[in-house]
């Protein structure tokens, strides 16, 4: 064995600091933990929903009864007890916020910590926010200016009062509550979450953002995303999120779903940093979310773009419903495990409209005692003419302990078709770090070089605001378990 | 309901016929095969497990198919009427019919010393260590699919190579299907290549009739000990009417060698499991397949390739030309397991749909559980290049000739690969009469393989 | 002598709806050697796709004639074995098929064509070996798939030696000189002379006067933005040399 394995090896052993998970004491409404119709009704009570969203609450909830827990997916998943969660926990507060000065002083300091600075005048130019503290939406930023180019960003719990019709109309259309499991659950108990809307023919001027926080002990966090992009409209969409260090496994089942129409686009960027667990695999977020968007309109183009380093364990598959002719789904990620994490992730692309093209390049990094998958699935129907693929997943392993694992579906129905999948898998290259030791990089530093390199080709995808904070990230993930 | 009823039914029926017609070490594989299938919820893998999507085992055994239980002499002898479709090979020449094995009079007279080509019944009398040694053990026995061969199987085929014994020609097994009547053929393999032995076999399946529907089902086990060196090709041209379901299990010593190639010609529907566990230090393992999909034929072909060991290089080839609405299955796992270091390990599946109704479905896998490895797979679905078919027309070649001789170049690097004297030129052969539509049966055969008959052989 | 072999009229053609030949008239006489020059994108290696039949093109408008047939009511192979000709630009790799295969099925299906028996293996055989002389063409490439691995004068130099073996009466040299080295530009070109004959005619399309140095045009004619807006003789290519395309341009009343 060579000396440089041994340092990896070593390295890895590291448990770093998660700069997140501090808690923030606050006067929080806990409704008790427990699942029932009745639970169900008292979430939509507390939220003041109509009648048609709690009968959509309470059918999914119906249906989320008849299903077993999915198992099928490359993770040792502990049982988990649905009714010892508490579903719903709010900062105490009397109304939604409607100015800065009826926000809790502490949440806007909590937001502060964790670099989201909710202040308009302090707020990040180019950036709205929508700020989510376990299960209500905070506060959401620069309204007023996108406003007036008629885009709407708001939580979608006023979503639902203020614009029954567009929420009645999409919400649910991509993904159903018959969907999977999760999705039932989620459908039955969400809380909050992010609802956008770009007219026709509007460029969305800034990035808009969601950020995501659990907070409160003992809760899941199910929130709910949806984004409406009309014809020729544009919008980049980025997701983040953090959450307490903490002993016990916290649940975050969410849904997002968005509808991209005639060539229309939508970037979707996702930082996840949910707390991953200890060095041991105590605590962290169980992270089960079904994200996916439908290509309905003819060169309507849906680009995900994810950079996952948090969560105990992942699960977790942004797809692409490439419905529309010419449409275009793309899909880059990073996702990186240590210590005890585990991560099945990947996507779908399901090519349905003529001349669909899709791209998908996902890079894994697993280190420690972690297990890491890319799940895909591509598919072809038989009357989508002219459909290209390329697939392209590498997995890099640093240290003998982990796993790196692939599963792609390849499914082609057109003899007219051209789907190409090329994986690998190896270990971080010797060569290069001797290389680099040759040229006085330490190993650790090296490690870190080489890694970033490797995920260089997604984190160009993210929008440039993020994109710093993802490369941070990454190597200070990696710096604690590598260098 | 679940079709393995009516072939426990059977079992319990004719336990004691079944018995008698077999010898005592088959019948201790009986045991285990019982309980496995008796337990509860016990069946045939279905289109809802994970890994037989597309080929339904279960529908495949349910139709009504005759078990020859008894041993009873087929009707037919169709020893008579088969010809070797593979004229230009020199191969020591065995027909099993059904599962009922028959040497050749060239086998019998030109075998070398130290290699032995039996009835698995015939071994298990002649070399019984030996037979309990390997059988049910490299073949995994509590899956329902191993189970069920294991409880109806009454002979087989033994192939046998003493340690240091280089057998030179090519041994040929030919299947044959050739009854009137819906029959179900329970066979058994087990080759055993000792150590630093070396052997190479040749299998072709052939239904010769196509008027009667016919289920295959086989369970080869092949023990490669270490030093030793494998090569099979197993080459199935049966009939739109014949169901296949094929187990391979192999397992490697230290610095074996073994390859495999698949090639499905002509079929009905077929499944091919190739589950190659690689043991020992040093092995290098090739296993590669092809399939040429015509009318409504299905083929499906799954590999488990499983590095537990040090220092071994495995490469895997599959590729398929599919046409009509013939569909085709590649389902492919690489696992490096925790503690097994420097291997590498290459799948690749490479595809070409020449029809707006054919289907492909392709699961390449890895599973990696060690940093130390190199592996990669890669698949590709698409179609005949098109600028090599105008490329070609420019020179007069016309469009269809075109299309063929590209069809057939993609099958190159398989074909060649074929270590066999002679083979690779006469699958080349076959492969192109098989693209111009002419089915490749043993019409032009004009060499004599004459088998004796199971009397002069005892 | 001067009988008439190709005559293109109004050829107008297009790929994936974009016009690129836009009216193209052409005489060519046997044994006459005509170039076509002009800036990239005029349309050079289109008019050679189209007269030869590629599919990705839609010829929209006109009609060329062929030695008394209609050209474009021919599919690509029975224009080859009509004797059209063309050396690729970028001549198409095809693993898994080798070279004497590919020859053996282009000139058997040529006889064929003319209800001549097909060639034995030692005619053949032969007759290859005579043909590889002409382009100096290494034996082993024969074993090799076609043009899989060629480096790019052997390229080239195999698409010369197939014109040897199929004895086209027309043959369409598209950049035949691009990527050549001086010697293999010398090999390639002797070969076409080698194969020319009073009754055989060949257009030459190049950027370089390079190349019509060694092999000489009886006409120069400049294509510009899928026109003929120019017809000389071997002193146009000159001048093109010295003085580029701008005063061509000019001359039509586009000079910037």
Same mark, same amino acid.
């Given at each position: 064995?060579?000396?440089?394995?041994?340092?990896?090896?070593?390295?890895?052993?590291?448990?770093?600091?998660?700069?997140?998970?501090?808690?923030?004491?606050?006067?929080?409404?806990?409704?008790?933990?427990?699942l029932s119709e009745e639970v169900v009704r008292?979430?939509s009570?507390?939220?003041?929903?109509?009648?048609?969203?709690l009968d959509f609450r309470l059918k999914a909830y119906r249906y989320w009864l008849t299903l077993?827990?999915?198992?099928?997916?490359?993770?040792?998943?502990?049982?988990?007890?649905?009714?010892?969660?508490?579903?719903?926990?709010?900062?105490?507060?009397?109304?939604?916020?409607?100015?800065?000065?009826?926000?809790?002083?502490?949440?806007?300091?909590?937001?502060?910590?964790?670099?989201?600075?909710?202040?308009?005048?302090?707020?990040?130019?180019?950036?709205?926010?929508?700020?989510?503290?376990?299960?209500?939406?905070?506060?959401?930023?620069?309204?007023?200016?996108?406003?007036?180019?008629?885009?709407?960003?708001?939580?979608?719990?006023?979503?639902?009062?203020?614009?029954?019709?567009?929420?009645?109309?999409?919400?649910?259309?991509?993904?159903s509550y018959r969907?999977?499991f999760?999705a039932a659950l989620n459908s039955a108990v969400?809380?909050?979450?992010?609802?956008?809307?770009?007219?026709?023919?509007?460029?969305?001027?800034?990035?808009?953002?969601?950020?995501?926080?659990?907070?409160?002990?003992?809760?899941?966090?199910?929130?709910?995303?949806?984004?409406?992009?009309?014809?020729?409209?544009?919008?980049?969409?980025?997701?983040?999120?953090?959450?307490?260090?903490?002993?016990?496994?916290?649940?975050?089942?969410?849904?997002?779903?968005?509808?991209?129409?005639?060539?229309?686009?939508?970037?979707?960027?996702?930082?996840?940093?949910?707390?991953?667990?200890?060095?041991?695999?105590?605590?962290?977020?169980?992270?089960?979310?079904?994200?996916?968007?439908?290509?309905?309109?003819?060169?309507?183009?849906?680009?995900?773009?994810?950079?996952?380093?948090?969560?105990?364990?992942?699960?977790?598959?942004?797809?692409?419903?490439?419905?529309?002719?010419?449409?275009?789904?793309?899909?880059?990620?990073?996702?990186?495990?240590?210590?005890?994490?585990?991560?099945?992730?990947?996507?779908?692309?399901?090519?349905?409209?003529?001349?669909?093209?899709?791209?998908?390049?996902?890079?894994?990094?697993?280190?420690?005692?972690?297990?890491?998958?890319?799940?895909?699935?591509?598919?072809?129907?038989?009357?989508?003419?002219?459909?290209?693929?390329?697939?392209?997943?590498?997995?890099?392993?640093?240290?003998?302990?982990?796993?790196?694992?692939?599963?792609?579906?390849?499914?082609?129905?057109?003899?007219?078709?051209?789907?190409?999948?090329?994986?690998?898998?190896?270990?971080?290259?010797?060569?290069?770090?001797?290389?680099?030791?040759?040229?006085?990089?330490?190993?650790?530093?090296?490690?870190?070089?080489?890694?970033?390199?490797?995920?260089?080709?997604?984190?160009?995808?993210?929008?440039?605001?993020?994109?710093?904070?993802?490369?941070?990230?990454?190597?200070?993930?990696?710096?604690?378990?590598?260098? | 309901?679940?079709?393995?009823?009516?072939?426990?039914?059977?079992?319990?029926?004719?336990?004691?016929?079944?018995?008698?017609?077999?010898?005592?070490?088959?019948?201790?594989?009986?045991?285990?095969?019982?309980?496995?299938?008796?337990?509860?919820?016990?069946?045939?893998?279905?289109?809802?497990?994970?890994?037989?999507?597309?080929?339904?085992?279960?529908?495949?055994?349910?139709?009504?198919?005759?078990?020859?239980?008894?041993?009873?002499?087929?009707?037919?002898?169709?020893?008579?009427?088969?010809?070797?479709?593979?004229?230009?090979?020199?191969?020591?020449?065995?027909?099993?019919?059904?599962?009922?094995?028959?040497?050749?009079?060239?086998?019998?007279?030109?075998?070398?010393?130290?290699?032995?080509?039996?009835?698995?019944?015939?071994?298990?009398?002649?070399?019984?260590?030996?037979?309990?040694?390997?059988?049910?053990?490299?073949?995994?026995?509590?899956?329902?699919?191993?189970?069920?061969?294991?409880?109806?199987?009454?002979?087989?085929?033994?192939?046998?190579?003493?340690?240091?014994?280089?057998?030179?020609?090519?041994?040929?097994?030919?299947?044959?299907?050739?009854?009137?009547?819906?029959?179900?053929?329970?066979?058994?393999?087990?080759?055993?290549?000792?150590?630093?032995?070396?052997?190479?076999?040749?299998?072709?399946?052939?239904?010769?009739?196509?008027?009667?529907?016919?289920?295959?089902?086989?369970?080869?086990?092949?023990?490669?000990?270490?030093?030793?060196?494998?090569?099979?090709?197993?080459?199935?041209?049966?009939?739109?009417?014949?169901?296949?379901?094929?187990?391979?299990?192999?397992?490697?010593?230290?610095?074996?060698?073994?390859?495999?190639?698949?090639?499905?010609?002509?079929?009905?529907?077929?499944?091919?499991?190739?589950?190659?566990?690689?043991?020992?230090?040093?092995?290098?393992?090739?296993?590669?397949?092809?399939?040429?999909?015509?009318?409504?034929?299905?083929?499906?072909?799954?590999?488990?390739?499983?590095?537990?060991?040090?220092?071994?290089?495995?490469?895997?080839?599959?590729?398929?030309?599919?046409?009509?609405?013939?569909?085709?299955?590649?389902?492919?796992?690489?696992?490096?397991?925790?503690?097994?270091?420097?291997?590498?390990?290459?799948?690749?599946?490479?595809?070409?749909?020449?029809?707006?109704?054919?289907?492909?479905?392709?699961?390449?896998?890895?599973?990696?559980?060690?940093?130390?490895?190199?592996?990669?797979?890669?698949?590709?679905?698409?179609?005949?290049?098109?600028?090599?078919?105008?490329?070609?027309?420019?020179?007069?070649?016309?469009?269809?000739?075109?299309?063929?001789?590209?069809?057939?170049?993609?099958?190159?690097?398989?074909?060649?690969?074929?270590?066999?004297?002679?083979?690779?030129?006469?699958?080349?052969?076959?492969?192109?009469?098989?693209?111009?539509?002419?089915?490749?049966?043993?019409?032009?055969?004009?060499?004599?393989?004459?088998?004796?008959?199971?009397?002069?052989?005892? | 002598?001067?009988?008439? &072999? =190709?005559?293109? $009229?109004?050829?107008?053609? +297009?790929?994936? /709806?974009?016009?690129?030949?836009?009216?193209?008239?052409?005489? *060519?006489?046997?044994?006459?050697?005509?170039?076509?020059?002009?800036?990239?994108?005029?349309?050079?290696?289109?008019?050679?796709?189209?007269?030869?039949?590629?599919?990705?093109?839609?010829?929209?408008?006109?009609?060329?004639?062929?030695?008394?047939?209609? &050209? =474009?009511?021919? $599919?690509?192979?029975?224009? +080859?074995?009509? /004797?059209?000709?063309?050396?690729?630009?970028?001549?198409?790799? *095809?693993?898994?098929?080798?070279?004497?295969?590919?020859?053996?099925?282009?000139?058997?299906?040529?006889?064929?064509?003319?209800?001549?028996?097909?060639?034995?293996?030692?005619?053949?055989?032969?007759?290859?070996?005579?043909?590889?002389?002409?382009?100096? &063409?290494?034996?082993?490439?024969?074993?090799?798939?076609?043009?899989? /691995?060629?480096?790019?004068?052997?390229?080239?130099?195999?698409? *010369?030696?197939?014109?040897?073996?199929?004895?086209?009466?027309?043959?369409?040299?598209?950049?035949?000189?691009?990527?050549?080295?001086?010697?293999?530009?010398?090999?390639?070109?002797?070969?076409?002379?080698?194969?020319?004959?009073?009754?055989?005619?060949?257009?030459?399309?190049?950027?370089?006067?390079?190349?019509?140095?060694?092999?000489?045009?009886?006409?120069?004619?400049?294509?510009?933005?899928?026109?003929?807006?120019?017809?000389?003789?071997?002193?146009?290519?000159?001048?093109?040399?010295?003085?580029?395309?701008?005063?061509?341009?000019?001359?039509?009343?586009?000079?910037?």
């Open positions: 064995m060579s000396k440089e394995e041994v340092k990896i090896d070593d390295v890895v052993g590291h448990d770093d600091e998660y700069k997140y998970g501090f808690v923030t004491d606050i006067d929080t409404e806990i409704i008790p933990p427990g008292l979430i009570k507390k939220k003041g929903e109509p009648e048609w969203m077993p827990v999915p198992r099928w997916a490359h993770l040792d998943i502990p049982e988990i007890d649905f009714q010892a969660i508490s579903y719903y926990a709010a900062p105490t507060k009397k109304e939604g916020p409607k100015s800065l000065d009826e926000v809790d002083p502490e949440l806007l300091k909590t937001f502060d910590r964790l670099g989201i600075p909710l202040e308009e005048q302090k707020a990040l130019s180019g950036m709205a926010v929508d700020a989510v503290m376990d299960s209500v939406s905070v506060k959401t930023t620069h309204r007023t200016l996108l406003a007036e180019k008629g885009i709407i960003f708001c939580s979608i719990s006023e979503a639902i009062k203020e614009y029954p019709d567009l929420v009645k109309k999409y919400l649910g259309s991509v993904v969907d999977n999760y969400f809380s909050d979450g992010s609802f956008v809307y770009i007219p026709k023919g509007v460029r969305c001027p800034m990035e808009l953002s969601t950020y995501f926080r659990i907070n409160a002990s003992g809760t899941g966090q199910f929130e709910r995303t949806l984004i409406v992009a009309d014809d020729d409209a544009y919008v980049s969409y980025l997701e983040g999120c953090t959450a307490p260090s903490r002993d016990e496994n916290q649940l975050h089942a969410a849904i997002v779903e968005i509808v991209v129409e005639n060539r229309a686009e939508v970037k979707y960027s996702t930082v996840q940093n949910w707390y991953a667990g200890d060095k041991e695999g105590r605590g962290g977020v169980y992270n089960f979310v079904t994200k996916r968007g439908l290509c309905r309109g003819d060169f309507s183009k849906l680009s995900w773009t994810q950079v996952e380093t948090g969560s105990a364990i992942t699960w977790k598959y942004p797809s692409c419903v490439l419905a529309g002719e010419g449409s275009v789904g793309e899909f880059y990620s990073v996702a990186v495990t240590k210590n005890r994490q585990q991560a099945d992730t990947g996507t779908k692309m399901i090519h349905t409209g003529k001349n669909s093209r899709s791209t998908i390049v996902s890079k894994g990094i697993s280190a420690g005692h972690s297990q890491n998958s890319y799940r895909g699935l591509v598919k072809v129907a038989p009357n989508a003419e002219g459909v290209r693929n390329y697939t392209q997943c590498d997995s890099l392993l640093l240290g003998s302990n982990c796993g790196a694992h692939t599963f792609p579906y390849i499914d082609v129905m057109n003899d007219s078709a051209v789907v190409e999948h090329e994986a690998t898998t190896s270990k971080i290259s010797e060569e290069q770090l001797f290389y680099c030791n040759q040229r006085g990089i330490p190993t650790e530093e090296a490690v870190g070089l080489i890694v970033n390199g490797y995920a260089k080709e997604v984190m160009n995808k993210l929008p440039m605001e993020f994109a710093v904070e993802a490369q941070r990230l990454l190597s200070l993930t990696l710096e604690g378990s590598v260098g | 309901m679940n079709p393995l009823k009516q072939y426990l039914d059977l079992y319990r029926e004719n336990r004691e016929t079944i018995e008698q017609s077999s010898t005592p070490v088959l019948n201790a594989l009986r045991t285990n095969a019982l309980t496995v299938l008796e337990k509860e919820g016990s069946r045939l893998p279905g289109k809802c497990d994970e890994g037989y999507e597309k080929t339904a085992v279960d529908e495949m055994f349910a139709p009504d198919y005759g078990v020859n239980i008894n041993g009873v002499k087929l009707p037919v002898d169709p020893s008579l009427t088969f010809k070797c479709d593979v004229p230009s090979v020199s191969t020591l020449l065995a027909l099993v019919v059904g599962d009922t094995f028959i040497p050749t009079r060239t086998l019998l007279n030109n075998l070398p010393a130290g290699v032995t080509v039996t009835s698995l019944a015939d071994a298990s009398r002649t070399m019984p260590e030996t037979v309990e040694k390997f059988l049910g053990k490299i073949a995994n026995e509590d899956e329902a699919g191993v189970a069920l061969n294991s409880l109806l199987v009454r002979d087989g085929l033994m192939v046998h190579v003493a340690e240091g014994v280089k057998a030179e020609k090519p041994i040929q097994i030919v299947n044959i299907f050739n009854t009137p009547v819906p029959t179900m053929a329970v066979r058994r393999v087990l080759v055993v290549a000792e150590e630093n032995s070396s052997v190479k076999l040749l299998f072709c399946d052939h239904t010769q009739r196509d008027d009667t529907d016919y289920l295959d089902s086989q369970v080869i086990e092949v023990a490669v000990e270490a030093g030793a060196e494998v090569d099979i090709c197993d080459i199935e041209e049966s009939s739109p009417r014949t169901h296949r379901f094929s187990q391979l299990f192999t397992k490697q010593g230290n610095d074996s060698k073994l390859k495999v190639t698949g090639v499905t010609l002509v079929n009905g529907e077929t499944r091919n499991n190739f589950t190659v566990k690689v043991e020992g230090n040093g092995c290098d393992t090739r296993l590669d397949g092809m399939a040429i999909g015509k009318a409504s034929q299905s083929i499906d072909n799954r590999t488990y390739l499983l590095h537990a060991s040090d220092h071994c290089s495995s490469n895997q080839l599959f590729k398929y030309v599919l046409d009509d609405s013939s569909r085709g299955a590649f389902e492919g796992l690489i696992e490096v397991a925790k503690g097994a270091r420097f291997n590498e390990a290459y799948q690749s599946n490479r595809n070409i749909l020449a029809s707006k109704a054919a289907r492909m479905h392709t699961k390449p896998q890895l599973l990696i559980y060690n940093d130390d490895v190199k592996c990669s797979h890669g698949a590709t679905t698409g179609q005949l290049d098109e600028r090599a078919i105008f490329y070609m027309q420019q020179r007069g070649i016309p469009q269809n000739e075109a299309r063929t001789m590209l069809m057939q170049a993609f099958m190159v690097d398989i074909i060649e690969k074929v270590s066999i004297e002679g083979l690779s030129d006469r699958l080349r052969h076959l492969v192109e009469r098989r693209f111009r539509g002419e089915d490749a049966l043993c019409g032009d055969c004009s060499a004599s393989c004459t088998p004796v008959t199971k009397k002069d052989n005892l | 002598m001067s009988e008439q &072999l =190709l005559k293109v $009229n109004n050829l107008h053609a +297009s790929i994936d /709806g974009k016009e690129i030949l836009k009216g193209i008239n052409l005489t *060519i006489n046997r044994g006459e050697v005509h170039a076509i020059m002009g800036p990239n994108g005029s349309g050079k290696s289109t008019l050679s796709s189209v007269l030869a039949g590629d599919p990705r093109f839609t010829v929209t408008e006109g009609s060329v004639d062929f030695h008394g047939m209609d &050209l =474009l009511s021919l $599919n690509p192979e029975d224009r +080859s074995h009509e /004797g059209l000709f063309l050396s690729f630009q970028y001549p198409v790799e *095809i693993p898994g098929v080798s070279m004497v295969n590919f020859m053996r099925a282009a000139v058997n299906a040529k006889r064929k064509y003319f209800n001549q028996p097909a060639l034995t293996a030692g005619e053949f055989l032969k007759m290859m070996r005579v043909k590889r002389e002409v382009v100096e &063409l290494d034996n082993k490439l024969a074993s090799r798939s076609v043009n899989e /691995g060629f480096s790019g004068g052997e390229k080239k130099r195999n698409e *010369i030696f197939q014109m040897a073996v199929l004895e086209p009466c027309l043959s369409i040299l598209d950049e035949t000189d691009s990527g050549l080295d001086i010697d293999a530009l010398r090999v390639v070109a002797g070969g076409v002379n080698k194969l020319k004959t009073p009754e055989n005619s060949a257009i030459v399309i190049t950027h370089y006067q390079r190349l019509l140095d060694y092999i000489k045009p009886d006409f120069v004619h400049v294509l510009y933005k899928g026109r003929i807006v120019k017809t000389g003789g071997p002193e146009l290519a000159l001048e093109l040399e010295e003085r580029g395309y701008d005063w061509i341009k000019q001359e039509i009343g586009e000079g910037e």
